[in-house]
Nanobody
Framework: QVQLVESGGGLVQTGGSLRLSCAAS????????MGWYRQAPGKQRELVAA???????NYADFVKGRFTISRDNAKNTVYLQMNSLKPEDTAVYFC?????????????????WGQGTQVTVSS
């Protein structure tokens, strides 16, 4: 069974940095797309950044120039380096994996989500 486990969240002051990690496991051969989403209290979940297996990235406008997404395909792990954090970045951050293929060659027909990690930026 595919599982995503996030780590690296926490409390940081305005202007500080955090690095989130998300490791996928469960008989995975490959993952096409991995990404980070966030959800603040009372708001909808929104895309922060995404990356393909080939390294093509996509960022939300509100994090361009501050956040960097990367991945290690051999480890099925995606990272989010967050710099120059602002109070409005406070949210639960979720990892997402799409286009997952198992070692037997079977493609899974659903996305997978991690449990979320809290990021709090104090002013």
């Amino acid at each position: 069974q595919v599982q995503l486990v996030e780590s690296g969240g926490g409390l940081v002051q305005t202007g500080g940095s955090l690095r989130l990690s998300c490791a996928a496991s469960g008989g995975i051969f490959s993952i096409a797309d991995m990404g980070w989403y966030r959800q603040a209290p009372g708001k909808q979940r929104e895309l922060v950044a995404a990356i393909t297996s080939g390294g093509k990235t996509n960022y939300a406008d509100f994090v361009k120039g501050r956040f960097t997404i990367s991945r290690d395909n051999a480890k099925n792990t995606v990272y989010l380096q967050m710099n120059s954090l602002k109070p409005e970045d406070t949210a639960v951050y979720f990892c997402n994996a799409a286009g997952v293929v198992s070692w037997s060659g079977r493609p899974y027909d659903r996305d997978y989500w991690g449990q979320g990690t809290q990021v709090t930026v104090s002013s």
